[in-house]
């Protein structure tokens, strides 16, 4: 069963990057398959949409987010990475990892749904 | 939110709730289709409904969803105290490029 835990620092200054790592367990992130995804959420607020990206190197980005967010993804490590830059207040959520499902059987859809999702992790923006 | 849901339903145990999802003609009425997730608090969302209308193993299923239009809705029948969570719907959208969420709803159960 796959299994999926963030990791990275719980406070940043403002201005500087967001850097956070999701630690997949259970399965391996270069079978293919699926979007290694990111979203986040405020405190008491809905969930959004960060990106993803495919084990080809295809990304997506939120278009809010598209200038500042970079993921990538490390098959010797399993694992993949979210980075933001300039961050503000405004980016203090929690934010999840998730992986990116849109094949079921032998068809596929759009959107990806999200299944499973890690824990989260509370990254706040504060000087 | 480009997805609109009530931002609160209620209900007494066992009665059935419904949760609408309203979109438009650039997403949900484009053909895309709709997931739910639960959220309970203090957790991360769980995937409850895929593809408009599948529920993944372990799911109720006093748990369905449906999809009509520029809408989606999910149904809770039955209501049980452990179904108090948030919900939130998920769809994409042409004109952003990407997944978009519903506002979420909270599920009171009385």
């Known amino acids: 069963q796959v299994q999926l835990q963030e990791s990275g620092p719980g406070l940043v200054k403002p201005s500087q990057t967001l850097s956070l790592t999701c630690i997949v367990s259970g399965g391996s992130i270069s079978s293919g398959g699926y979007y290694w995804s990111w979203i986040r959420q405020p405190a008491g607020k809905g969930l959004e949409w960060i990106g993803r990206m495919y084990i080809t190197g295809s990304t997506n980005y939120n278009p809010s987010l598209n200038s500042r967010v970079t993921i990538s993804l490390d098959t010797s490590k399993n694992q993949f990475s979210l980075k933001l830059t300039s961050v503000t207040a405004a980016d203090t959520a929690v934010y999840y990892c998730?992986?990116?499902?849109?094949?079921?059987?032998?068809?596929?859809?759009?959107?990806?749904?999200?299944?499973?999702w890690g824990q989260g992790a509370l990254v706040t923006v504060s000087s | 939110s480009v997805l609109t849901q009530p931002p609160s339903v209620s209900g007494a145990p066992g009665q059935r709730v419904t949760i609408s999802c309203t979109g438009s003609?650039?997403?949900?009425?484009?053909?895309?289709?709709v997931h739910w997730y639960q959220q309970l608090p203090g957790k991360a969302p769980k995937l409850l409904i895929y593809?408009?209308?599948n529920r993944p193993s372990g799911v109720p299923d006093r748990f369905s969803g449906s999809k009509s239009g520029t809408s989606a809705s999910l149904a809770i029948t039955g209501l049980q105290v452990e179904d108090e969570a948030d919900y939130y719907c998920q769809s994409y959208d042409y004109t952003l490029s990407g997944s978009v969420f519903g506002g979420g709803t909270k599920l009171t159960v009385l």
């Open positions: 998730a992986r990116g499902v849109y094949c079921s059987g032998t068809s596929c859809y759009t959107p990806n749904w999200f299944d499973p």
């Open positions: 593809v408009n209308t």
């Open positions: 003609n650039s997403n949900i009425g484009a053909g895309y289709d």
